[in-house]
């Protein structure tokens, strides 16, 4: 009986060690700022005169710039 009141006397101090020892870290982002004079250029390769719709390679050029833009996804 005496070793049975020693392990949980000791299992609940290693919970209560463990429920006192985890925090919840905070994170902030800061201000958010919306991207503004978003532009987006689109090329396709081989246009010419005689061929409008381009080569027929498939191959489009993409440029893309803004302001307070972080990343871009195509």
Excluded: R, W
């Amino acid at each position: 009986m005496k070793h049975t009141f020693q392990y949980i006397f000791l299992f609940v101090i290693v919970i209560g060690g463990i429920l006192v020892a985890c925090k919840k870290t905070e994170y902030s982002f800061g201000k958010i700022k919306t991207p503004t004079n978003v532009t987006i250029n689109a090329t396709v390769q081989g246009v010419d005169a005689t061929h409008p719709a381009g080569d027929g390679s498939g191959n489009v050029s993409i440029t893309i710039t803004a302001t307070d833009a972080l990343t871009y996804n195509i």
